[in-house]
């Protein structure tokens, strides 16, 4: 019984600075939300004939960029990765 304690008092000692060194270490999602449109935003001028040529989806990425703003991130990071995918750029680091 007392090994068992022990070894409970071990794992938590080394366990919790592991623990908050993870949860402390990505990127916020807001944080990663301003990457990805800064990212958008800085290839955009660029590709204005490929938005002319209607594969652009210029509507849903500012539908996204929107999403962001208003702190819904779950619902903006997933579209503006694959719109950056989508025309070949890479995405921000998350670390």
């Given amino acids: 019984m007392r090994s068992l304690k022990l ?34 935003n800085a290839y955009a001028s660029n590709l204005e004939e490929w938005r002319r040529s209607g594969r652009s989806n210029a509507g849903e990425v500012s539908a996204a960029i929107a999403n962001c703003e208003a702190g819904d991130t779950a619902a903006g990071i997933p579209t503006l990765e694959k719109a950056l995918r989508t025309i070949g750029i890479g995405l921000p680091s998350r670390i």
């Fill in 7 to 40: 070894c409970l008092i071990a794992g938590v000692a080394l366990g919790l600075p592991l623990a908050s060194a993870v949860a402390a270490s990505p990127v916020s999602d807001a944080k990663y939300c301003d990457a990805l449109i800064s990212r958008y």
